[in-house]
């Protein structure tokens, strides 16, 4: 069911970058949203795991320079990819003290779970195990993939509203649709609901990376403590993380307080918790 209603998603997302580009520019517009969305989305394949690595500034964990870090989370990691049946991601070391991490790659087999420092000195090794299950959940559902084109769709949305706002909406006597109504929808209308369908389908997929934890690791209590530590430590450390990667981290990087909290891309830690204790009954 998580599965259809992702499909069914970003087929809308990807429905209001096409109809969003044709009111703005009748046939033109639609064909500039159509080139827009298909190489946004082949650059964030082949890219976005670089770009979420370097942005982070994660250094790769290797048995002889981060012997303690790796004698730690490899054995882990080896445990829970035999049960799930995947290959053994690389493995990365996120020098903040803000308790997180995240998952990226486009596929099981270039697949990365990148943790911080903090998490590592906050958790005992049943929440530890819980979290890196939930980022090897969100290896095997491909969520790492679906994010990043949701991101990407819903960035080509804005650009185009941007666009709109600046040059306002044209037609050509020749090409229907379009206008001056047709740019301010796209400006206005297309960036919001581009939002919110980005935020429903992460959600999802965060609640279906928690079942995966608790499902592999047998244990949805470790799940349950290690996101109310997540929740409580974020808030005391503070993670200055860009907007448009916070939807990749176990739980969203708290900085500050801001009204875009209300648009947050992940389901509060209590409808989480209460899900897990659904599963665990």
């Keep these: 069911m998580n599965s259809i209603k992702t499909v069914l998603l970003l087929g809308l997302l990807s429905g209001v970058l096409l109809v969003g580009g044709q009111a703005m520019g009748g046939r033109n517009g639609l064909m500039m949203g159509l080139v827009l969305a298909v190489g946004m989305n082949f650059f964030s394949y082949f890219f976005s795991e670089k770009m979420a690595l370097m942005a982070s500034g994660a250094q790769r964990v290797s048995e ?67 979290v890196i299950g939930h980022e090897l959940g969100h290896v095997l559902h491909r969520d790492i993939l679906i994010s990043s084109v949701a991101a990407t769709l819903a960035a080509a949305i804005t650009f185009l509203g941007r666009m709109a706002f600046f040059f306002g909406g044209r037609r050509d006597e020749e090409d229907e649709g379009g206008g001056i109504v047709g740019g301010l929808v796209m400006m206005i209308v297309a960036p919001i609901a581009a939002l919110l369908i980005q935020m429903a389908i992460s959600r999802t997929r965060e609640y279906s990376a928690d079942g995966a934890a608790a499902k592999y690791t047998g244990d949805p209590s470790a799940m349950i403590a290690a996101l109310q530590k997540l929740e409580m430590w974020s808030k005391r450390i503070p993670m200055d993380v860009p907007s448009a990667a916070a939807h990749m981290y176990i739980i969203k990087p708290f900085n500050g307080e801001t009204m875009m909290r209300l648009f947050s891309t992940h389901p509060s830690t209590e409808q989480r918790i209460e899900r897990l204790r659904n599963l665990a009954a």
Excluded: C
């Design 64 to 130: 002889l320079e981060h012997t303690d870090v790796y004698a730690r989370i490899a054995p882990i990691t080896m445990r829970l990819t035999q049960k799930m049946g995947l290959p053994m991601p690389k493995l990365w070391l996120i020098p903040e003290g803000a308790p997180n991490a995240f998952a990226t790659g486009r596929n099981p087999s270039h697949s990365s779970v990148a943790v911080t420092v903090g998490l590592l000195e906050l958790m005992n090794d049943r929440e530890l195990e819980a």
